[in-house]
């Protein structure tokens, strides 16, 4: 079965500067998803950059990049030019790519994430 | 285009009881899936749906489960209700729940079991 793994339950970060969220996953796949999500307080997971197991390159979505080590199987998030807004948990999750349709995902644990004006 | 919508937000109940969760769907979306959040265990996969069958379900016991309706809808069902049930209900949905789409979640219902 995959893991998820969050070890930093919680980090703060300055205002307009840069922090990383890490991730690290366990898995025999060799064709997957890597997801970060975000949940503020309002409850609602959304989707905040998405990666492809099989694409090299990492993604980036403006103030938001990861790093993908697939060999290492670690996916970190970095935030740059933090904003107020980002305050929120942080999920870092896995899908399969399984047989096309219906793979669940599997989430870490969380991680907090304070904003300092 | 509106959101998932999930209803109620929040509910009491007391132990024994049953409940019933509902998600609506973003319009045109058939996959839905439903979410545990708890402290404890974070967030557990509990089933997901697409044109009204069951295609993948996750390691809850039978008093958890699920259908969905013709027009996509859904709702989950919990029998004879735990203290440990109390949680956070998510249901997420996307056109057909394939890997590389998008999943939308909702804000989720809030149980709590007294």
């Known amino acids: 079965a995959q893991t998820v793994t969050q070890s930093q339950p919680e980090m703060s970060v300055q205002e307009a500067e840069t922090v990383t969220l890490s991730c690290t996953y366990d898995t025999s796949e060799s064709d997957y998803y890597l997801f970060w999500y975000k949940q503020p307080p309002s409850r609602q997971m959304i989707l905040v950059i998405r990666?492809?197991?099989?694409?090299?390159q990492n993604a980036t979505e403006n103030r938001f990049s990861v790093n993908f080590q697939k060999a290492a199987k670690s996916f970190s998030l970095k935030i740059s030019d933090s904003q107020l807004g980002d305050a929120a948990m942080y999920f870092c999750a896995y899908r399969s790519a399984g047989r096309g349709g219906s793979e669940k995902l599997v989430f870490g644990k969380g991680m907090k994430l304070t904003v300092n004006p | 285009k509106a959101g998932v919508t999930q209803t109620p937000r929040y509910l009491i109940k007391t132990r024994g009881q049953q409940v019933t969760l509902s998600c609506s769907p973003i319009s045109g979306h058939r996959s839905v899936s439903w979410y545990q959040q708890t402290p404890g265990q974070g967030l557990q996969f509990l089933f997901e749906?697409?044109?009204?069958?069951?295609?993948n379900k996750g390691n809850f016991p039978g008093r958890f489960s699920g259908r969905q309706f013709s027009n996509s809808r859904s709702e989950m069902n919990v029998s004879t209700l735990e203290l440990g049930d109390s949680a956070l209900y998510l249901c997420a949905s996307s056109f057909s729940g394939t890997v590389n789409e998008k999943l939308f979640f909702g804000s989720g219902t809030q149980l709590s079991v007294l």
């Open positions: 749906y697409f044109s009204e069958t069951q295609r």
């Open positions: 990666q492809e197991a099989y694409k090299q």
